[in-house]
Structures are given as C-alpha cells and as structure tokens.
C-alpha cells in the first residue's frame, strides 16, 4: 500500500486532509482512491477498482487504509490530539488451530455470499497476501478443498 498527501485545509484548529492511495495486489488487481482525514475519521471520496469491488468489500476499503493513513499524515492531523494507543492485530492461533479457524472462517464467509479472502483478512489483521497464505495452508492440512485439479 502507497499513500501519498495530496491537499489540506485547515479551519482554525481544524485540518482536513486528502490522500492518494494505491494499493497493489499480487494477483495484478489494484485499487486507487482518494481519502479524506478529518478528526480521526476517514472518508472515502472517489475509488477505482481494477476488478471492481463488490459492496462488502468497498464497506471494508476504509478500515483497511485507515491506519496507514493515519501514519502517513500524523497523529496530530488524524486526531487534532494526540494519537490513542495503535489498535492490535486480533490474536490468531498458530498451527492447526490456526488453519482449523481459517478454515472455518472462509466457509462461513462463502455461506454468507462474501469474500472468504476479505473475510480472513479482517479476521486475522493479516495482509491479503497473508491470507492467501493461511488459506493455502488451511488447503494443504485438508480444512478446506483443493482449489481447481491442474492439467
């Protein structure tokens, strides 16, 4: 993910801030946007998806920009006070476990017509290509069915 200022305004003690964001997948899939900060809120203003995202995932987009926008702009400009304590990855058994819960987590996910990878990423707090990697594990260890048989 690539995040650069664009503009700010400021009000008074008020700063609004916008930033280009990029963020490029390993499978060749990208999502450009521009993002607004304004008092510890982010804003979505206009998002271009190569594919095109579905609802569930444009719901997500702004939680998963949100923190390294606010690195990028600063704790003072996020929250015109000094920033709270970084929000922890969610704990996420290793091993089995681990791959057992994956695995339980993208069935529920493709139960529910959503993205299983979406899915595991808010899960875990992990990177997509992260979670590919758990998903492909939770495949190997036999929580989940072998993708397509290759010829």
Same mark, same amino acid.
């Given at each position: 993910?690539?995040?650069?200022?664009?503009?700010?305004?400021?009000?008074?003690?008020?700063?609004?801030?916008?930033?280009?964001?990029?963020?490029?997948?390993?499978?060749?899939?990208?999502?450009?946007?521009?993002?607004?900060?304004?008092?510890?809120?982010?804003?979505?203003?206009?998002? *271009?998806?190569?594919?095109?995202?579905?609802?569930?995932?444009? @719901?997500?987009?702004?939680?998963?920009?949100?923190?390294?926008?606010?690195?990028?702009?600063?704790?003072?400009?996020?929250?015109?006070?000094?920033?709270? /304590? %970084?929000? @922890?990855?969610?704990?996420?058994?290793?091993?089995?476990?681990?791959? *057992? %819960?994956?695995?339980?987590?993208?069935?529920?996910?493709?139960?529910?017509?959503?993205?299983? !990878?979406?899915? !595991?990423? $808010?899960?875990?707090? $992990? /990177?997509?290509?992260? /979670?590919? $990697?758990?998903?492909?594990?939770?495949?190997? /260890?036999?929580?989940?069915?072998? %993708? $397509?048989?290759?010829?």
């Amino acid at each position: 993910m690539s995040v650069w200022p664009a503009w700010e305004v400021r009000e008074g003690e008020r700063t609004t801030s916008w930033f280009t964001v990029r963020l490029g997948f390993g499978d060749g899939a990208r999502i450009d946007l521009l993002a607004v900060v304004c008092e510890g809120r982010v804003s979505l203003e206009e998002v *271009r998806a190569q594919p095109a995202l579905c609802l569930d995932d444009l @719901a997500e987009l702004a939680e998963w920009i949100e923190e390294p926008l606010f690195e990028a702009c600063g704790p003072t400009a996020a929250y015109g006070t000094p920033a709270p /304590s %970084r929000r @922890a990855r969610p704990s996420w058994p290793r091993g089995i476990e681990g791959r *057992r %819960r994956v695995a339980q987590e993208y069935r529920a996910a493709q139960q529910q017509g959503t993205d299983p !990878i979406l899915a !595991i990423m $808010h899960a875990t707090g $992990h /990177s997509r290509r992260k /979670s590919l $990697h758990l998903i492909s594990q939770a495949r190997d /260890s036999g929580f989940l069915t072998p %993708r $397509h048989a290759r010829g």
